[in-house]
């Protein structure tokens, strides 16, 4: 049961990191494609779980930075964490996150 709960928590990151980009992505790429060139760039540059690691029943928080390293901002609609193994107690808080500038990050 320990080695299930070391592997979840060393694989959650990653898969955080992945569903979080996936939907960013696919925004910017899509009006890319019309300009014929590619202008933001998206990145997860922080994750951050307190506590480190989760037992059952714990509650904690997970803070992700998202980066937007290119030339112009993009829009980002929604954030949404999916998973089997967690509960988010607050899922609308992020419905409308809003747009992130270009050269930007927002404050964790």
């Given at each position: 049961?320990?080695?299930?709960?070391?592997?979840?928590?060393?694989?959650?990151?990653?898969?955080?990191?992945?569903?979080?980009?996936?939907?960013?992505?696919?925004?910017?790429?899509?009006?890319?494609?019309?300009?014929?060139?590619?202008?933001?760039?998206?990145?997860?540059?922080d994750i951050h779980l307190?506590?480190?690691?989760?037992?059952?029943?714990?509650?904690?928080?997970?803070?992700?930075?998202?980066?937007?390293?290119?030339?112009?901002?993009?829009?980002?609609?929604?954030?949404?964490?999916?998973?089997?193994?967690?509960?988010?107690?607050?899922?609308?808080?992020?419905?409308?996150?809003?747009?992130?500038?270009?050269?930007?990050?927002?404050s964790s």
């Amino acid at each position: 049961m320990q080695a299930q709960r070391t592997a979840i928590t060393r694989l959650f990151p990653v898969i955080l990191a992945l569903l979080i980009v996936s939907p960013v992505l696919l925004s910017p790429v899509s009006a890319a494609a019309d300009a014929g060139t590619t202008s933001a760039q998206i990145a997860i540059t922080d994750i951050h779980l307190d506590p480190e690691i989760f037992m059952q029943d714990d509650t904690g928080t997970l803070k992700v930075r998202i980066s937007n390293n290119g030339a112009d901002p993009v829009a980002i609609n929604r954030v949404e964490l999916l998973s089997d193994e967690i509960t988010v107690i607050n899922y609308q808080t992020y419905d409308k996150v809003g747009t992130l500038g270009a050269l930007n990050s927002p404050s964790s």
